[in-house]
């Protein structure tokens, strides 16, 4: 049943929902920095203004915006991202920072006045699609990425991340992070779990151990037609059979591995590659299985690349630990919200601040289960509930 804060969510939500839209797709071209994710920081920024929260950055990219002194202690965080994968979903990011503004509306009109400071965020950079580099700002923020790393990352355009932020990287700001008591950052399902629990939100429990390897083959470039197969060192074959390995891996260890991305050099119809890049995303509800699951692939890699005559080179460029929230933090929040606590083989800001932190994580139902992808979806009555779970939290946490 749809209700004023159904509408309030609609109303809200509409004045971003244009913004990087794909006409073609219906998705989102979100990335950091650039000018619909600046179009968004800038609504972020006037959002916090019509609510008298004054903004602060960290020189990392992050933005906050504070309920309470900038400078007080044992705040309480919320929020999440506004950049997108390449054609992503509307929700994935955007939904915890509308939510945690609409929160803030909902704890005025209840005339709730929280003794801790509560700070809403809005990270830079968290899904990697520009830099490579997923959660970029939190793992700036907490000292997770070496900021001279950070400063050098470029995109396809050859754009470094210091250029795009307009300065070096201020790195690791223990003295901010300290003043954060906790973090809860909501954000859409990204599989189907809640629609399976017939819940609207649900309470996280831990995030998968996850990364992302760049594998370079390099072959010989040579003509389609006249070069005897016999003689080729084709670095498509490497990749293809990488591919396979890699899901057979998965499959066997009850972990995921994905190939989303290729890059092929010189990428004509009538030419033998001279080489092609592939980017594997592995996870697996472990460490053991994730490292098991690298070193396979690796192995195949390896040892295809030698039967095509190739040369490959494996680098790590990102790994994140296995997340798990804290125990005590999720129980009181899934008592508190009747909320069924689910893990996730998802990646967060809150996963990185998890380490430092009491950190939490609220989910909403998204009926499609699909995500990072334009056919994401939630029901405004489902971010209704999302939003008003939020306020619940927040109160609980800044007034306790
Ligand atoms: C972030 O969305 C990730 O899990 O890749
Ligand atoms: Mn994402
Ligand atoms: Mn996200």
Known sequence: MSDDLSSRFR???DEIAPVGRDAASGGYLRYALTGTELELRAWFRAQAQRRDLPVT?????????????????????????????????????????VSAF??????RAAGVTPTRPLVLAAFVEEEGARFGVPCLGSRLLTGALDA???????????????????DRPAGARPELLGR???????????????????????????????GRWRFDVVGEGNHAGTTRMADRRDPMLTYAFTVLAANKEARLRGAHATVGRVAVEPNATNAIPSKVTGWLDAR?????????????????????ARRDGTE???????????????GGLAKRLATLLGAPVLPTGAGHDAGVLAAHLPTAMLFVRNPTGVSHSP??????????????????VLEELTCR
């Open 102 to 107: 609409l929160a803030v509306d909902e704890l």
């Open 11 to 13: 109303a809200l939500w």
């Open 180 to 210: 954060f008591g906790a973090f809860v950052e909501l954000h859409v399902e990204q599989g189907r779990a809640l629609v399976d629990a017939d819940a609207p939100v649900g309470v996280a429990s831990a995030i998968w151990p996850h």
């Open 375 to 392: 056919f994401e979806a939630a029901t405004d009555d489902d971010c209704a509930a999302g939003v008003r779970a939020l306020a619940r």
């Open 312 to 326: 490959v080179t494996v680098t790590e460029e990102s790994v994140t630990p296995l997340v798990a929230f804290d």
């Open 57 to 97: 950055g960290d020189g990392n990219g992050n933005l906050f915006a504070h309920w309470g002194d900038p400078e007080g202690s044992d705040a309480v965080l919320t929020g999440s991202h506004f950049d997108s994968v390449p054609h992503g979903g509307a929700y994935d990011g955007p939904l915890g920072i």
């Open 284 to 304: 697996a509800a472990d460490p053991e299985t994730l490292t098991g699951l690298v070193d396979a692939v690796r192995g195949k890699l390896a040892e295809r």
């Open 148 to 166: 001279d790393r950070a400063a050098g990352l470029r995109d396809a355009a050859g754009v470094s991340f210091a250029e795009a932020l307009g």
